[in-house]
């Protein structure tokens, strides 16, 4: 009885802290959805990609990976800041917020569940579904290396019911995708095992974290969320995770339940603008656990991930509609 209510509870802490926030209104933008897929026909519109960066400040909060384990060993966790990463690659990518949130998500979740495996091992996600959003796949390795591409980065759509970032409504219904690349003993490479389960909200992390207690039957939570400011620019990114390993008794999960429930009011990205270090948010989920703490890492986007096969890999992911649309609009296909 308590580990279904622990479950439960996982998958309202997940849904509680995807949350991103709204522009004000007078610095919306409406498209169409051609509109919003198209390239502007003239490249002066657009500042050098290089410029662009170049003018983003500096976020107080570092962009950190920390893994914490309780000194009973039955609970593990992990918390990231990936600030400024998901910027660069947002501002890569030209999102607007909700874009920007679907995108951030992903790759937060994929660096989340990346981070202890083996260094050319991978964790990717692929969302599929009817939105708007024309799908959003993001990638991770052991090195906690990541990349991600979001269809549709221009598209906007009006708030959802909680007045937040409708990024269920922009990824739509549909299918996940989950592929996993593992190195086996006595294998010279890495083998791909993949899966796939129905969307159940297109929040991301919701998502991910029912095919985990699904799928391999794991007790935990998984929570992501991407802030942006009134500049349309990421100024937050960040997530968490964490899971009782076998052998935890009820005492423990009642325990991580309270801890959660008390963290419900916190969102990842409400806690790095208080200043909350990857460290911090450990300390509250672990509360009372006395938490043992490993060597912080940093998360990076993959160098050099933009070679001419990718580019091709890239478009074979498309939705169909997706593809037709480029070549009758004579769109441009452009590398970040």
């Not at 990463?85 to 990346?114: D, F, K, W, Y």
């Amino acid at each position: 009885m308590m580990r279904s209510v622990f479950v439960l509870s996982a998958a309202l802490a997940t849904f509680h802290a995807t949350n991103a926030f709204v522009p004000s209104l007078r610095r919306r933008y409406v498209h169409t959805r051609r509109e919003a897929t198209r390239m502007p026909s003239n490249d002066d519109e657009i500042p050098p990609l290089t410029d662009r960066l170049a003018a983003l400040p500096e976020l107080p909060i570092k962009d950190e990976m920390l893994t914490a384990l309780s000194a009973d060993g039955f609970v593990s966790a992990k918390a990231v800041v990936s600030s400024t990463l998901v910027r660069e690659l947002a501002t890569r990518q030209m999102c607007l917020p909700l874009a920007a949130a679907a995108l951030g998500r992903s790759v937060i979740c994929t660096l989340l569940l990346a981070e202890g495996l083996k260094q050319e091992e991978t964790f990717q996600v692929r969302f599929q579904g009817d939105g708007p959003l024309n799908g959003v796949l993001a990638v991770a390795n052991g090195r906690l290396e990541t990349r991600g591409f979001v269809g549709n980065p221009r598209v906007t759509l009006p708030l959802n019911a909680k007045g937040k970032l409708d990024v269920g409504g922009g990824v739509g219904k549909g299918n996940l995708f989950v592929v996993r690349a593992k190195k086996l003993p006595g294998d010279t490479g890495v083998s791909p095992y993949s899966s796939i389960t129905q969307i159940r909200s297109g929040e991301v992390p919701e998502d991910i974290n029912y095919f985990l207690s699904e799928s391999e039957q794991r007790e935990g939570a998984l929570a992501a969320g991407v802030h942006v400011n009134p500049e349309l620019e990421v100024d937050a990114a960040a997530g968490w995770t964490v899971q009782l390993l076998p052998g935890a008794s009820d005492e423990v999960a009642g325990k991580l339940m309270e801890n959660l429930e008390a963290m419900a009011g916190d969102s990842p990205t409400s806690m790095v603008l208080e200043g909350l270090t990857p460290k911090d948010v450990l300390k509250k989920i672990l509360a009372g656990m006395e938490p043992q703490f490993f060597e912080p890492r940093v998360p990076v986007r993959t160098p050099g991930c933009c070679s001419e096969e990718q580019v091709y890999r890239t478009l074979n992911l498309l939705p169909l509609r997706e593809v037709i649309q480029i070549v009758e609009l004579n769109e441009k296909v452009q590398r970040r």
